[in-house]
């Protein structure tokens, strides 16, 4: 019987905040319960760092996008030449999404000052959707303070396959989310006092519907609240979700793989096995 490891499905080991230990910290979370990690381009370099990543460790993935925060670097290019970078990065063996893409109005002006900011983020947001379409990748979501907009740019565009990272919005959205067909990223969230909606979340749209995730460096689960986070620090949300739904926390680790296979769709990839 196959003995299931972890797959973390979002993580950026590319930042700095690793620069002191990448190589070690890498080799030691892939040699203990960690099956896969799959590191996330934010912006044109980093996506490139993340497709270096997965050349330079067997069980490391890579996506490649940019983030709703950094469409600048698309702006600062002539035109369509980012996604022509992406196009040509996405095209790695071990590149598995297009992702981190979305939306985020998080701390902005006032809506009426703020429109322009939004119909970029919108612009650059649906020409990764159609290169995701384009190379038929699973899309990584980043939405924070745009639930709807969100929503409604993935319904009215209709390449529904993918995950909404570090989901934050309510149980109803999540199930409205789901419908379309995509997973839910459960990350360290879950584990804070304060996390209702999140808690509330798993218990709704079930074990079926959720990828695990830490979002390293960032967003560490307790008891490591505020500190560097890594991979290793997923066992705590294993630990809640399964909790959450009164099960084991293998039964979480098992189906939770399985859901990041369908995700990334690596059911026919050989490496796979590896695990």
Not at 84 to 108: M, S
Request: some cysteine.
């Amino acid at each position: 019987m196959l003995e299931y490891k972890i797959f973390e499905t979002h993580a950026h080991y590319d930042d700095e905040w690793y620069d002191e230990d990448r190589k070690e910290l890498l080799s030691r979370l892939l040699d203990t319960d960690i099956s896969f990690i799959t590191n996330i381009g934010a912006d044109i370099e980093t996506s490139k760092n993340s497709v270096k990543l997965s050349d330079e460790f067997e069980r490391v993935l890579a996506a490649v996008g940019v983030h709703p925060d950094n469409i600048g670097c698309m702006e600062a290019l002539p035109e369509k030449e980012g996604i022509e970078i992406l196009r040509n990065l996405a095209k790695h063996t071990k590149v598995v999404a297009i992702g981190e893409i979305g939306l985020d109005y998080f701390e902005r002006e006032p809506e009426e000052k703020n429109k322009t900011v939004r119909e970029r983020q919108k612009y650059w947001f649906l020409e990764q959707l159609k290169l995701a379409k384009e190379l038929n990748k699973p899309v990584v979501i980043h939405s924070r303070d745009a639930a709807e907009d969100t929503y409604s740019e993935l319904k009215d565009f209709g390449y529904n396959k993918g995950v909404i990272h570090c989901y934050s919005y309510s149980p109803e959205m999540a199930e409205r989310f789901v419908k379309l067909g995509f997973y839910i990223g459960i990350g360290g969230v879950v584990t804070f006092k304060n996390a209702k909606k999140t808690k509330e979340t798993v218990k709704r749209i079930g074990l079926e519907n959720i990828v695990l995730e830490t979002d390293s460096p960032y967003l560490a689960p307790v008891p490591f609240r505020g500190k560097r986070n890594d991979s290793g620090n997923i066992k705590y949300i294993v630990e809640e979700i399964a909790g959450l739904l009164g099960i084991s926390k293998e039964k979480v680790i098992e189906t939770t793989f399985n859901n990041a296979v369908k995700l990334y769709e690596l059911e026919d990839k050989a490496y796979v096995k590896l695990c």
